[in-house]
């Protein structure tokens, strides 16, 4: 089926889909010209009306969950807001940081696209493991032949808008491919030696309250990442 969606479980009140990179989940104003959604394909797969519980940004790929009927996204959508749902992450990021894993404890503001002054700053913090480092033969920095980049796990305690590419950002260790709060020299360099444009994040793992778990493989562009 053209435009299908990689179905990783279902049960009489959910989905769990494997979220394509490049894809919005539902219309934004932002984005209204942007006719193709997962929720629009997901609901012509699937042959009804589906309520995504949660969103991933445009560039992430990875776990996304669908509710089926209003009940269930209610639940989902509170334990969501309450913080109940573990989620881990894979991101690709500029430099080597110091240490095997830590802790990035940074307040953010509600809206990203705002100026943060004027606004709240609410509790975040986001736990990093380093899976695997890399050294490129490309310059990206003046005055430096290479560029460093690390594999993180990472893992958002609240789920603050943008919150791991704006912690990533912060800790000086910005998300490849990140237009917004990344780097622009270093993104089309990498995307060069690459020979692919993508934001290198990937929900890779979600647990609901219920002890449940889900998991979606990362796309083989991970697995084939030049060393």
């Given at each position: 089926?053209?435009?299908s969606?990689?179905?990783?479980?279902?049960d009489?009140?959910?989905?769990?889909?494997?979220k394509p990179?490049?894809?919005l989940?539902?219309?934004t104003q932002?984005d209204?010209?942007?006719?193709d959604?997962l929720?629009g394909?997901?609901e012509?797969?699937?042959?009804?009306?589906?309520?995504p519980?949660h969103?991933?940004?445009?560039?992430t790929s990875?776990?996304?969950?669908?509710a089926?009927d209003?009940?269930s996204?209610?639940?989902?959508?509170e334990?969501?807001?309450e913080?109940r749902v573990?989620?881990?992450?894979?991101g690709?990021?500029?430099?080597?940081?110091?240490?095997?894993?830590?802790?990035i404890?940074?307040p953010l503001?509600?809206?990203p696209?705002?100026?943060?002054q004027?606004?709240?700053?609410?509790p975040a913090?986001?736990?990093w493991?380093c899976?695997?480092?890399?050294?490129?033969?490309?310059?990206?920095q003046p005055?430096?032949?290479?560029?460093?980049?690390a594999?993180?796990?990472?893992a958002?305690?609240?789920?603050?808008?943008?919150q791991?590419?704006?912690?990533?950002?912060h800790?000086?260790h910005?998300?490849?491919g990140?237009?917004?709060?990344?780097k622009g020299?270093?993104?089309?360099t990498?995307?060069?030696h690459?020979g692919?444009?993508r934001?290198?994040?990937?929900?890779?793992?979600?647990?609901?309250?219920?002890?449940r778990?889900?998991?979606?493989?990362?796309?083989?562009?991970?697995?084939?990442?030049?060393s």
């Amino acid at each position: 089926m053209a435009n299908s969606v990689e179905l990783l479980h279902e049960d009489a009140g959910l989905l769990v889909l494997n979220k394509p990179a490049g894809l919005l989940v539902h219309p934004t104003q932002l984005d209204a010209h942007e006719a193709d959604t997962l929720l629009g394909r997901a609901e012509a797969q699937f042959g009804q009306k589906l309520y995504p519980a949660h969103r991933l940004d445009k560039g992430t790929s990875g776990v996304l969950l669908m509710a089926r009927d209003p009940v269930s996204a209610a639940l989902l959508g509170e334990a969501f807001r309450e913080g109940r749902v573990a989620k881990r992450y894979l991101g690709l990021v500029r430099g080597w940081p110091k240490g095997a894993e830590g802790v990035i404890d940074h307040p953010l503001a509600r809206d990203p696209e705002r100026p943060s002054q004027g606004q709240p700053l609410l509790p975040a913090q986001t736990h990093w493991r380093c899976l695997r480092r890399f050294e490129w033969p490309v310059l990206t920095q003046p005055g430096f032949p290479s560029t460093r980049g690390a594999l993180l796990e990472l893992a958002p305690l609240q789920g603050r808008r943008h919150q791991i590419r704006r912690h990533c950002k912060h800790a000086a260790h910005p998300l490849i491919g990140d237009a917004t709060h990344g780097k622009g020299l270093l993104n089309r360099t990498l995307a060069a030696h690459f020979g692919l444009t993508r934001l290198w994040l990937h929900a890779a793992w979600l647990r609901l309250p219920d002890g449940r778990c889900f998991q979606a493989p990362p796309g083989t562009e991970w697995q084939a990442l030049p060393s």
